[in-house]
């Protein structure tokens, strides 16, 4: 099994990990006897939506939301019309007291089309069941989407939780310059006050994305 016709078209088909380890994990979610979310379609939405040229900023998180309706393949997006997980209401509080505005509903997909790359550490888990995939190799991909990134060119490294931040030893030096690095606890209501608040990640990349002599990221939509 190769990649997915999506991810090679994005310029990721490329990295090891779809040769080494995906055939194994497709055929593990085949094997799942309940509902596995993203669904299937979605699975590999974050890289399909932001080519691999196109990344400047990077979220990571962990794994996608474990109820149903909520994941869409984006970390930390949900469909328009979706009430707004827990973990995205705290983002979006951090953002109204970093830039005073947010977005009108949970859908983060202006993020990924300006080049924010939405990522978890892994792409799936079983519907009701945080966590239970995170021990199947996803975040060898993540090491790997984070070393491609790094290597190319300067980039934002938003690492929200401390999986994200493990997986955040595969960044690596840029050809010139250096990263925007920002490690915080997950926006998480376990973690959230641990951290996460009064980051100021938005401002933040903003202003280092101004100081490159880029577009900042329109946050608010």
């Known amino acids: 099994m190769s990649a997915p016709a999506e991810v090679v078209a994005a310029?990721?088909?490329h990295l090891p990990f779809f040769a080494r380890d995906w055939p194994g994990?497709?055929?593990?979610?085949?094997?799942?006897?309940?509902?596995?979310?993203?669904?299937?379609?979605?699975?590999?939405?974050?890289?399909?939506?932001?080519?691999?040229?196109?990344?400047?900023?990077?979220?990571?998180?962990q794994d996608p939301y474990p109820t149903p309706g909520h994941a869409n393949g984006l970390a930390f997006s949900v469909?328009?019309?979706?009430?707004?997980?827990?973990?995205?209401a705290n983002i979006y509080r951090e953002m109204e007291g970093d830039i005073g505005a947010r977005p009108a509903d949970g859908d983060l997909s202006h993020w990924a089309r300006q080049g924010v790359l939405l990522l978890n550490t892994a792409l799936s888990?079983?519907?009701?069941?945080?966590?239970?995939?995170?021990?199947?190799?996803?975040?060898r991909l993540a090491a790997e989407v984070l070393a491609e990134v790094s290597a190319r060119r300067r980039a934002a490294f938003l690492l929200w939780g401390a999986h994200a931040q493990k997986v955040g030893a595969a960044i690596?030096?840029?050809?010139?310059?250096?990263?925007l690095r920002i490690e915080t606890a997950h926006p998480?209501?376990?973690?959230?006050?641990?951290?996460?608040?009064?980051s100021r990640p938005f401002s933040r990349v903003n202003a280092w994305l101004a100081a490159q002599g880029e577009v900042p990221v329109d946050w608010a939509g």
């Open 125 to 139: 888990v079983p519907a009701g069941a945080a966590g239970a995939h995170a021990k199947w190799g996803w975040d």
């Open 188 to 198: 998480s209501p376990l973690s959230a006050r641990r951290g996460f608040f009064g």
């Open 172 to 179: 690596v030096a840029p050809p010139a310059g250096a990263h």
């Open 11 to 13: 310029g990721w088909g």
């Open 79 to 88: 469909a328009p019309g979706v009430a707004l997980p827990r973990s995205l």
């Open 25 to 61: 994990i497709a055929a593990r979610l085949a094997s799942e006897p309940g509902p596995v979310l993203p669904p299937e379609a979605q699975r590999f939405a974050a890289l399909a939506l932001t080519p691999v040229e196109a990344v400047r900023v990077v979220i990571l998180g």
